[in-house]
């Protein structure tokens, strides 16, 4: 007959063959919210397709510092992991693990360490490299405007959630004396403003390299890309690559 404990003090060494936690299953629903307490369960295991879905942290106020929750989003969608005013903590991107520990209550919210793993992923250090030697030209009068590097293998990739140094760098030919280059990173179809970079050809026709840098964060969802305008002419890429590397949430 088994029985319930409630809670163990260990005052020497102990030794488990193995350690199975309670899980709660749940399915996502379209803009619901898993509300944890202090009776929640350690583990709980998101499914399903539903946007829009969040994971609200529990009023520190019943709970000791150390305590603990771990969301696994085995669902399809990305999920939101708020504090417990419902304002945003992290995003819990699709095939992640987040393990969060309160260090602190001396407020409602708490303050709460957190930890996200992805499947797959041997570390938390991700990279990203695309790189191609395919020729690619924007020939006047095509338009001015900042336009995705583009070709069989474009300069753009979706990458998990975290903070990334991005970097890019090209061959170029720039046809036309006086015409400007301007090469930049944009983050979900927006200019990323730091990273903007110009040059200006001196010759007929100019041979250089053009190149950008930029520390971004992203949630999971957002498309970066490298981009490259000029000002009139022909402009045509050869050798190019985009690395991006994962610094951390």
């Given at each position: 007959?088994?029985?319930?404990?409630?809670?163990?003090?260990?005052?020497?060494?102990?030794?488990?063959?193995?350690?199975?936690?309670?899980?709660?299953?749940?399915?996502?629903?379209?803009?619901?919210?898993?509300?944890?307490?202090?009776?929640?369960?350690?583990?709980?295991?998101?499914?399903?397709t539903a946007t829009g879905y969040k994971v609200r942290l529990p009023a520190t106020t019943?709970?000791?510092?150390?305590?603990?929750?771990?969301?696994?989003?085995?669902?399809?969608?990305?999920?939101?992991?708020?504090?417990?005013?419902?304002?945003?903590?992290?995003?819990?991107?699709?095939?992640?693990?987040?393990?969060?520990?309160?260090?602190?209550?001396?407020?409602?919210?708490?303050?709460?360490?957190?930890?996200?793993?992805?499947?797959?992923?041997?570390?938390?250090?991700?990279?990203?490299?695309?790189?191609?030697?395919e020729s690619f030209s924007l020939a006047a009068p095509s338009g001015t405007g900042d336009?995705?590097?583009?070709?069989?293998?474009?300069?753009?990739?979706?990458?998990?959630?975290?903070?990334?140094?991005?970097?890019?760098?090209?061959?170029?030919?720039?046809?036309?004396?006086?015409?400007?280059?301007?090469?930049?990173?944009?983050?979900?179809?927006?200019?990323?403003?730091?990273?903007?970079?110009?040059?200006?050809?001196?010759?007929?026709?100019?041979?250089?390299?053009?190149?950008?840098?930029?520390?971004?964060?992203?949630?999971?969802?957002?498309?970066?890309?490298?981009?490259?305008?000029?000002?009139?002419?022909?402009?045509?890429?050869?050798?190019?690559?985009?690395?991006?590397?994962?610094?951390?949430?």
């Amino acid at each position: 007959m088994s029985h319930t404990i409630d809670n163990i003090l260990v005052e020497q060494n102990l030794t488990m063959l193995t350690y199975s936690p309670s899980l709660l299953p749940t399915t996502t629903s379209l803009n619901g919210t898993l509300i944890l307490t202090v009776a929640s369960n350690f583990l709980h295991v998101l499914a399903g397709t539903a946007t829009g879905y969040k994971v609200r942290l529990p009023a520190t106020t019943l709970l000791t510092a150390g305590w603990k929750f771990e969301i696994w989003n085995q669902s399809s969608q990305q999920v939101l992991l708020t504090y417990n005013d419902t304002t945003t903590f992290i995003p819990i991107p699709a095939g992640s693990v987040a393990t969060v520990t309160l260090y602190t209550k001396l407020t409602t919210n708490g303050v709460w360490v957190a930890v996200r793993s992805f499947t797959g992923t041997a570390s938390g250090i991700l990279n990203y490299t695309i790189s191609s030697a395919e020729s690619f030209s924007l020939a006047a009068p095509s338009g001015t405007g900042d336009i995705l590097i583009g070709g069989t293998t474009p300069m753009s990739v979706t990458p998990v959630a975290g903070t990334y140094a991005i970097w890019y760098n090209g061959s170029i030919v720039i046809t036309g004396n006086n015409t400007i280059v301007r090469t930049s990173i944009y983050k979900a179809g927006s200019i990323w403003t730091d990273s903007l970079r110009t040059i200006e050809s001196s010759v007929a026709t100019f041979n250089t390299e053009h190149s950008t840098v930029a520390v971004i964060q992203v949630t999971g969802s957002e498309l970066i890309e490298a981009r490259v305008a000029r000002s009139a002419n022909t402009l045509t890429i050869t050798g190019r690559s985009l690395i991006l590397i994962r610094l951390g949430d």
